[in-house]
């Protein structure tokens, strides 16, 4: 085993009951790997929507005998592995997987009781100076990005991936829409560009559209003054769009089935507005559309978007970074709707 470790105790966030008044910044040992565990020195760890949904409402919180630790996307330095590693060696830089253990394919779970596995959900998180991975549930970081950079990726980063990459396979000359301004759709604006397609983004804000535009988008329409389905229209001289990132979820279904073109594309991905989703069946029968639920994706993907982002220099939108102890400030910044990510850092 390489051991680095010189400190025997860390911080870490962790959460004894659903709700944000019962977080906890408190002290506990540095653990020591297993037979096929790396130990992680965290540097960053970036927040997703998901993240305020399991510590507001509970979803997926699963208490134990330990605390529970929060959020699942880390960024760090291997410091210390156990007996049978062979994936990572002390010193590298890694990110963890959101879904452990799903390294490529289909996936795993049965019709009645479908994957609901993930790092800071069902299983502890990452909100730690050190955590344990099993050497499967990691991948080496992006030597173009930074840690904080790197930490915005294993969620946010590989949902956008998966929709249009992996599934969509987005090429040259199609039109994509994303909704918001958040860290999926800001990725989805991203790659969508570096693969030469057209890019639709949908806000309520008119200085978060300009900043879309700044980065690559072709339309931005404000939502709060137009109707955006009709504007897609207009936009597209009645034609719609090829693949839709629907982050707002719910009823909001039925416009993007309006907005899609004939034999285009929905992700499911967010669910702003609720868990039951609704729409006409008449859009999606006559246009003949693929509904795609995308739960992230798995870690063969998130290989492939980590050489993607070293091959064309894309850079992660971070909007803030807070440090350790201001972790409930960043959960208020990203419950106000930030453009991009939010990232918290780990003291040196």
């Not at 997926?60 to 156990?82: K, L, N, Q, R």
């Not at 939502?223 to 001289?237: C, F, M, N, Q, S």
């Not at 609704?278 to 050489?307: M, Y």
Request: hydrophobic fraction near 45%; charge should be negative.
């Amino acid at each position: 085993m390489n051991q680095h470790v010189k400190a025997s105790t860390m911080k870490r966030w962790t959460l004894k009951a659903i709700g944000r008044d019962n977080l906890d910044l408190r002290s506990a040992a540095v653990p020591a790997p297993g037979p096929a565990e790396i130990l992680v020195k965290v540097s960053a760890v970036s927040l997703n929507y998901r993240d305020l949904l399991v510590i507001d409402e509970g979803l997926g919180f699963s208490p134990g005998s330990e605390p529970f630790v929060p959020a699942s996307d880390a960024a760090g330095m291997v410091v210390a592995t156990g007996g049978d590693v062979s994936r990572f060696k002390a010193g590298d830089r890694v990110i963890s997987t959101f879904i452990p253990g799903w390294i490529d394919g289909s996936g795993f779970g049965t019709a009645r009781e479908p994957n609901s596995l993930a790092l800071g959900g069902a299983m502890q998180g990452v909100l730690s100076k050190y955590v344990l991975l099993d050497e499967d549930w990691a991948v080496k970081a992006p030597e173009s990005l930074n840690d904080a950079e790197a930490s915005t990726l294993p969620c946010a980063g590989l949902t956008a991936w998966t929709a249009l990459v992996e599934r969509g396979h987005i090429h040259a000359g199609q039109t994509v829409l994303v909704q918001g301004t958040g860290g999926v759709a800001l990725f989805g604006l991203q790659l969508a560009r570096a693969h030469g397609a057209e890019v639709f983004v949908v806000s309520g804000d008119d200085d978060k559209l300009a900043r879309a535009k700044a980065l690559g988008a072709t339309y931005g329409i404000n939502r709060k003054k137009e109707d955006w389905v009709e504007a897609v229209y207009h936009l597209t001289g009645d034609r719609g769009v090829d693949q839709i990132l629907e982050i707002v979820g719910g009823a909001h279904l039925g416009q993007s089935l309006k907005a899609a073109a004939v034999s285009g594309r929905i992700s499911l991905i967010g669910v702003l507005e609720g868990f039951d989703i609704s729409g006409h069946f008449l859009p999606l029968a006559l246009k003949r559309l693929t509904v795609d639920g995308i739960q992230v994706g798995h870690r063969s993907g998130l290989e492939g978007l980590v050489r993607a982002v070293d091959r064309t220099g894309l850079k992660p939108v971070i909007d803030a970074e807070y440090e350790l102890a201001d972790f409930p400030q960043a959960l208020d910044h990203l419950a106000r709707g930030p453009f991009g990510k939010i990232v918290v850092k780990m003291p040196g």
